[in-house]
């Protein structure tokens, strides 16, 4: 069997493949959410400077893969490998962030999982030696999004409460052997699981069955158990979604407890109006390189386990009367001692 | 410096990383080209019986992986990772055909640079330890590209001889130890080459030096030269971009000569109008998973490059002015003696 391999679908990383350097970057709504004092850079408006809000998201990668990258100590020619996602159309924000950049790319999707799919990738190319130092980004963008997938903003579309607000953000870490950040120490690759769910305005719930699916699997795997870690937290499930993986987990025989939360929970404050919750590449992204990776360095958190959620439907897919497939990738990150 | 890299961003695979089996399948007019006797797979209309041409794309994925799962002697339920993307928004197709199968799902976007990014990471995967078996799978088709790329077909644009015909295909690798395909040897990852070309339809043109920069890397890379190979084949340049490349090789001192080839010239007769010849992720993945692994199966090539070739924009950005970011991944199989 695969060496690598634990369980049926889940690596192991034992070179000690850190996070050498994290950074996240927000809109302005973001800005004054509860990650306020964690966050590298907040632009003043969703333009970021830039004349088109798609060229605002790609901005938002392009700084943020330079906030990573002087935070780890290094320079952007001193890295190996870009791995980028992002949820518009034919992943514009990730190859024109890397035409910028100019870091050999290999593109990724996963939609809103594509945080951890591009962080477990950059582990695989560092243990497996095939790099030394790789970047993972992705970005997201509240108003790209809505023109992407729903209406233009201009309508003013009315939603319900069970939709989530795409974060307009971008998260980014460097990935290689040594530095003091946290260890890469686990990655689960989620199977797509569709329960038949159709409804766009209803994400979290679409996606819940899928983390539940990736997080037994981990589980099972590796022999660890909730208690093992700290904190468990999903990518963005938010309100309706989160508590529907609780039970369904709660059901297979995994209690969480309060170690288990959801990024989508812990962007906003609760008088901002966001409806069920962030959603969005960024939503994982900017709460894992923002406040998770901090909290571990600084010795608050040990082991913690991030759940990138991603709803893999596009717009001719809902239209032509498809359900939503869901996907959900695990990484387990682990602190290094007194930090 | 990473054990498995040669030179700025090349990579050797040294275990006997392998093509453990490889299929082929395309729609109607793909069936009555070059390709005709080398296809595991025709169907006779573009809808693959199914009711939208986009379901018809991502059945034609599930069939070509159900295809070279069978030549490969195994079973879907002994694939540990499905690696796979697609030209369609958000990947649907790799999406909705890893929810058919149910095999774990790391989707990559590389545009028509998908065929080579997912052979290449497969490669990787098994060259690691991280997998045993894994499959590479691309697709695309006609109809959902003109779709998505430019207008309805209903409407009859008139195109320029510049412009190229989307392939309707799918392509597929079982990648593993052991076997008697061909090895996979080295990959070169693409930099995201952008010269300001703006025209879609021309996008040989665009892409031309990118397939140039990432082969003269993958020469400087590993020490081989145009002798060393007895076919060095790009993905999609057709009759405009693949002079071009040979032309910008040429400058560099590199004479590709008539070993250098093009899959989007493999595919359609001279009387089937293909304008410039074909494009798409299809272009690459049914010349080298249908032609020429079987060519060097039997004893016909040695050593093979493929550069997949790809055209990074969306419609977005092309209607927000903005040149073309292009891309090439080039990947080195080699026989295994007489086959």
């Known amino acids: 069997?695969?060496?690598?391999?634990?369980?049926?679908?889940?690596?192991?990383?034992?070179?000690?493949?850190?996070?050498?350097?994290?950074?996240?970057?927000?809109?302005?709504?973001?800005?004054?959410?509860q990650l306020k004092d964690m966050l590298d850079q907040v632009y003043p408006d969703l333009y970021c400077g830039q004349d088109t809000w798609e060229k605002a998201e790609r901005k938002?990668?392009?700084?943020?893969?330079?906030?990573?990258?002087?935070?780890?100590?290094?320079?952007?020619?001193?890295?190996?490998?870009?791995?980028?996602?992002?949820?518009?159309?034919q992943n514009i924000s990730a190859s024109f962030a890397a035409r910028t950049h100019q870091i050999p790319l290999m593109g990724m999707f996963g939609a809103?999982?594509?945080?951890?799919?591009?962080?477990?990738?950059?582990a695989v190319l560092v243990e497996g030696g095939f790099c030394d130092t790789?970047?993972?980004?992705?970005?997201?963008?509240?108003?790209?999004?809505?023109?992407?997938?729903?209406?233009?903003?201009?309508?003013?579309?009315?939603?319900?409460?069970?939709?989530q607000w795409t974060v307009t953000g971008a998260g980014a870490g460097l990935i290689g052997l040594g530095g003091k950040g946290p260890l890469i120490r686990y990655a689960t690759i989620g199977k797509v699981v569709d329960m038949g769910l159709k409804n766009p305005f209803d994400m979290g719930s679409a996606m819940a069955p899928a983390a539940a699916e990736t997080i037994q699997a981990h589980f099972e795997d590796t022999g660890l158990a909730p208690d093992d870690y700290d904190l468990i937290v999903t990518g963005d499930l938010a309100k309706v979604g989160h508590p529907i993986t609780a039970?369904?987990?709660?059901?297979?025989?995994?209690?969480?407890?309060?170690?288990?939360q959801d990024c989508g929970l812990m962007i906003f404050q609760p008088d901002q109006q966001a409806f069920a919750g962030g959603s969005g590449c960024a939503s994982?992204?900017?709460?894992?390189?923002?406040?998770?990776?901090?909290?571990?360095?600084?010795?608050?958190?040990n082991r913690v386990m991030v759940v990138a959620t991603g709803a893999l439907m596009n717009p001719v897919s809902y239209q032509q009367g498809e359900s939503i497939p869901c996907i959900a990738h695990a990484v387990t990150l682990e602190g290094r001692g007194n930090g």
Chains 1, 2 share one sequence.
């Open 284 to 301: 994982s992204a900017i709460v894992t390189y923002g406040r998770i990776i901090k909290e571990m360095m600084d010795g608050k958190l």
């Open 134 to 163: 790789v970047v993972s980004a992705v970005s997201s963008h509240n108003a790209t999004a809505e023109r992407q997938y729903r209406y233009p903003t201009e309508y003013g579309g009315q939603k319900p409460d069970t939709a």
């Open 247 to 260: 039970d369904l987990l709660a059901e297979k025989g995994y209690d969480l407890g309060e170690r288990f």
């Open 1 to 33: 069997m695969a060496e690598k391999r634990i369980g049926q679908r889940s690596w192991a990383f034992e070179r000690g493949v850190a996070v050498l350097g994290a950074a996240a970057v927000a809109g302005p709504k973001e800005g004054k959410g």
């Open 112 to 122: 809103c999982s594509a945080s951890m799919l591009t962080l477990t990738t950059g």
């Open 60 to 89: 938002m990668m392009e700084d943020v893969v330079n906030h990573a990258t002087k935070k780890a100590g290094k320079k952007t020619d001193q890295i190996d490998m870009f791995l980028a996602g992002d949820l518009l159309n």
